[in-house]
């Protein structure tokens, strides 16, 4: 069973920068692909961004590209996500998920964080 703990959310202004975190804890995390979700009121879940355990490879949703990048620490079983440029409608709660699978991308995740609310100022 992997516990995924998010952090680091908040207010920020328009054109600004945040990065949230996700810890790990209670399984073998370099074996375990990471990603992170955003759910924006009213609005279903989607996918955002992931990273393979396998090769590192990346993957993003067209909306973020070229402002925001995973990456992971599998010493320290932390998932990042650095959010630059940012815009009002990144304006959501964000969710790490973890899965087996090595493929990075959307689909089923067997585990979730609780979220973190991440707000974008115009």
């Known amino acids: 069973q992997v516990q995924l703990v998010e952090s680091g959310g908040g207010l920020v202004q328009a054109g600004g920068s945040l990065r949230v975190s996700c810890g790990a804890s209670?399984?073998?995390?370099?074996?375990?692909?990471m990603a992170w979700f955003r759910q924006a009121p009213g609005k279903e879940r989607e996918f955002v961004a992931g990273?393979?355990?396998?090769?590192?490879?990346?993957y993003y949703t067209d909306s973020v590209k070229g402002r925001f990048t995973i990456a992971r620490d599998n010493a320290k079983s932390t998932v990042y996500l650095q959010m630059n440029s940012l815009k009002p409608e990144d304006t959501a709660v964000y969710y790490c998920?973890?899965?087996?699978?090595?493929?990075?991308?959307?689909?089923?995740?067997?585990?979730w964080g609780q979220g973190i609310q991440v707000t974008v100022s115009s």
């Open positions: 998920a973890a899965r087996r699978n090595p493929r990075v991308g959307v689909g089923t995740y067997d585990y």
């Open positions: 209670g399984g073998t995390f370099s074996r375990n692909t």
């Open positions: 990273i393979s355990w396998l090769n590192g490879s990346t």
